[in-house]
């Protein structure tokens, strides 16, 4: 019998493979991955493997890109519930000014999107 070894391109993004054979993605470019993590596949295709953190970002709700706060640190590995969208689980970020927070949508920390504190990355 053979073993398959599966390589996948170096990524610090990258968490171990878990019980569900999904991958944790704490990439900054992965906004709302599905909780189990990515498969092998998405993984392996994904643009962003070891890539520096973006200036911008994706609003998949309105469909517009919008700049990234010069405050926004690593994801921290958290997953907070959203507090408007139902089911949905949202990463959260170290923040400069707040400790944690979250891009795009509330979830009972600081939020980027419309922060007082917020500065566009150049």
């Keep these: 019998m053979i073993a398959l070894e599966l390589v996948l391109p170096p990524c610090k ?3 171990r493979l878990n019980e569900h ?6 990439s900054t470019k992965l906004i709302n991955s599905d909780l189990r993590g990515v498969t092998w596949s998405n993984c392996k295709h994904c643009p962003y493997s070891d890539r520096p953190p973006p200036r911008l970002i994706f609003d998949k709700r309105t469909g517009k890109t919008l700049p990234v706060c010069v405050h926004l640190g690593e994801p921290t590995g958290e997953l ?3 507090l408007t969208c ?3 689980r949202l990463k959260v970020f170290a923040c400069e000014v707040y400790e944690r927070c979250t891009l795009l949508m509330e979830a009972g920390l600081a939020c980027c999107h419309g922060c007082p504190s917020f500065e566009a990355k150049k």
């Excluded at 054979?21 to 704490?26: A, D, G, I, K, L």
Aim: some cysteine.
């Design 13 to 15: 993004d990258r968490g």
């Design 21 to 26: 054979q999904r991958y944790p993605c704490y």
């Design 80 to 82: 907070r519930d959203c």
């Design 86 to 88: 139902q089911g949905v």
